[in-house]
């Protein structure tokens, strides 16, 4: 018995084995890097090229001289005002939908209909969505509210609330995987728990799990901003300009002054674009590409870091949650 | 009324200090064959979808009382204890047959408020699931849904049931410290004072000793014996020590049916059917 056992196993100094294991490490070490030391060679290069041209005057500036000279303040200006819409516009829908998903619509065939057109719309090209904006937006939505309303050219021409919808269409796939998986990681007990102490189904989602999913969703959020933020397609037929000589304000009341919805608007991702392809010197205008890219790259990146902030905070707050 | 009838003749016979099939003594308690019936469940039927989960449960359960639900596992004591509360609703595909009647009320009647009878059956979980809030809000969670806002109240309901669970000397220093920094057998009794602070008249409690230690089970124990005197308490338990030392009245339970039902003291000392004692004795499950 015990030596047809020990027939079966392999020689503790099998050479075979040992080569293996070493070759396999090396190959996988390797490959590991080949990811690593791109992201490195890129973000050498953008900062070796950009971090030149970062002046305080470059950050807050308009462009001069036919954008060949200057600044980017309204592209950086457009940037935030964009994400912001967008994010407000995104956020309640995705955390609705994922809601839904999650607490009410069991696993029949309408749950699996929408969990894979979820799946999909993450898949879709942004280019496509850029089209679908022009299509549905501007020229549906758009062209209709100004035909009821009678507003004129009002809604049906690109501006910065369709560019912003366009956009919240595209990182709703992201918001609603997000919150959905930080509401499943709360425990059912402590959905059993609110509910036998005599709370509805809509109390024990707003007081237990709300709560609970919280640094998940706002997670989920802030990188879906960082994703949107970066996107130049959605936006290229929706609402951005090549070039804007003042910014997309308009004073409320002849004094406040807030963002205009229906204003166009310069942003970063898509200066880069036109700078590198349409300028009118793409030669001269390189150190102004490689200091917006920085700029750009920068802000996805301090918004990443935010969200993992965040993440450490409410796990750290919310103590550990025994299952 | 059957069972108390039946029970007159044994009671007798069985002294105070007989020891248990199960091994232990069975204790002195107060004679609780008279009070009134608090749940009446009548050929309960329980389905999880073309699974039938419980087959004809009849049983009266004494207000003021505790009962043992035991049984092996999957034998329908956790399902027929989460029909009383009507938790089961909350599973797909699960339905039942039969009534339950609560003070003579029909808890599975169209316009029953499930929400108003989960304040009324209240339910303590075998794994303690405290929510990551303060002591303070666990307690005052339920009282804030039902509308309760004043502060004073709400401090006075939790300190009164902290002190009912047994653990406000340990706890009223700290209310404001998070519930999840407790001990297990800490966390459990505060679960039972979020039970308590929405003035429940039934207590469900679903194996809540089986997690911890024995020093947090004898506390625990002690206080079921404490909340006895105001509340009706069913208790599903693995422990058969348990059942004879904290309850009144105990129901076997196997493969969906009930076996048997009746006083503790009989149960343990005396059972009818020789399931009942092959369990008990430790001889089958």
Redo the contacts between chains.
Sequence with gaps: MDQALSLNLPKLTSRRILWNEIVSDVLVRFFALIPLSALAFIMYMIVRKGAGTITWHFLTQMPLNGMTEGGIFPCIFGTLAITLMMILMALPLGVAAAIYLTEFS?HGMFFRVIRAAVNNLAGVPSIVFGLFGVGFFILFVGRNLDHVLKTGMLFGQPCMLWAAATLAVLVLPVIIVSTEEALNAV?Q????????????KW?TIW??VLP?ARGGILTGAILSISRGAGETAPILFTGCAYFLPRLPVVHLFGVIPIVNPFDQFMELSYHIFIMATQSLDAVKTLPIQYGTTLVLISLTFLLNLTAIVFRIHFRKK?????I | MLIAEENQGTREKIKMGTRTLAGGVLVDREDVTLNPVKIFSQELDMFYGSVQALHGITMEIKERAVTALIGPSGCGKSTFLRTLNRMNDTIPGARIKGSVKIDGIDIYEPGVNVAVLRRMVGMVFQKQNPFPKSIFDNVAYGPRLHGITDKAVLENIVEESLKKSAIWEEVKDRLDTSAMQLSGGQQQRLCIARVLAVDPEIILMDEPASALDPLSTAKIEELIRQLRKNYTIVIVTHNMQQAARVSDYTAYFYMGSMVEFGETRKIFTNPVKKETEDYITGRFG
């Design positions: 069991g425990p007990s402590q959905r059993s728990a609110s509910l036998a102490l005599g709370a509805t109390q007081n237990v609970q919310m103590g550990t949650v025994s």
